[in-house]
Antibody, heavy 125, light 107 residues
Framework: DVQLVESGGGLVQPGGSLRLSCAAS????????MSWVRQAPGKGLEWVAN????????YYVDSVKGRFTISRDNAKNSLYLQLNALRAEDTAVYYC??????????????????WGKGTTVTVSS | DIQMTQSPSSLSASVGDRVTITCRAS??????LNWFQQKPGKAPKLLIY???SLQSGVPSRFSGSGSGTDFTLTISSLQPEDFATYYC?????????FGQGTKLEIK
């Protein structure tokens, strides 16, 4: 079974930092784009960032650009999200997600099929 | 950024009902549209990808349609386990954006 297990969440003061980790198992980790998606309490889903298989391409939502950094270590089957300059509005459950991209017949697709259970980040003084 | 607008935001229905949720994109996203189901305290679950492809293991009462800017998720006969929140999600261009969600409640 494919499993993604997040860790590293916690309570942090505004302006502080955290590093989230995601341990992947049951998949050839280096073969997949990976994403982080977050969900603030009682709110909807927000895609945060993703990273290419070899780490050479990274994309972010505007609200975290310059503050968050996505990275990966394929030798360790691990995905990371460094969170700096944290704000109250960053409070959320952060999910590690596998991205799938390809083509079936004439249909191109890109979707997120495997999700971890999430790790909670709370930014508060 | 591409805006995704779902309707309705909430919906009350009964077991056995046929239910349709719509999702509209602010620009064409071809078929890069996916649907998720989320239950309280749980991670989202992929139901439909590429607008109409059923994810493995998902019951056939779920179906998706549409392309371009207008999409629908249909549940043909609601079951008790289907009461949840549903999200559409575009992966045509970053930032990948979700609809605001549709909460499906028991009537």
């Amino acid at each position: 079974d494919v499993q993604l297990v997040e860790s590293g969440g916690g309570l942090v003061q505004p302006g502080g930092s955290l590093r989230l980790s995601c341990a992947a198992s049951g998949l050839i980790f280096r073969s997949y784009w990976m994403s982080w998606v977050r969900q603030a309490p009682g709110k909807g889903l927000e895609w945060v960032a993703n990273i290419k298989q070899d780490g050479s391409e990274k994309y972010y939502v505007d609200s975290v650009k310059g503050r968050f950094t996505i990275s990966r270590d394929n030798a360790k089957n691990s995905l990371y999200l460094q969170l700096n300059a944290l704000r109250a509005e960053d409070t959320a459950v952060y999910y590690c997600v596998r991205d799938l991209a390809g083509v079936s017949g004439s249909t191109y697709y890109y979707y997120m099929d495997v999700w971890g259970k999430g790790t909670t980040v709370t930014v508060s003084s | 950024d591409i805006q995704m607008t779902q309707s309705p935001s909430s919906l009350s229905a009964s077991v056995g009902d046929r239910v349709t949720i719509t999702c509209r994109a602010s620009q064409s996203i071809s078929s890069y549209l996916n649907w998720f189901q989320q239950k309280p305290g749980k991670a989202p679950k992929l139901l439909i990808y590429a607008a109409y492809s059923l994810q493995s293991g998902v019951p056939s009462r779920f179906s998706g349609s549409g392309s371009g800017t207008d999409f629908t998720l249909t549940i043909s006969s609601l079951q008790p386990e289907d009461f949840a929140t549903y999200y559409c999600h575009q992966t045509y261009s970053t930032p990948y954006t979700f609809g605001q969600g549709t909460k499906l409640e028991i009537k």
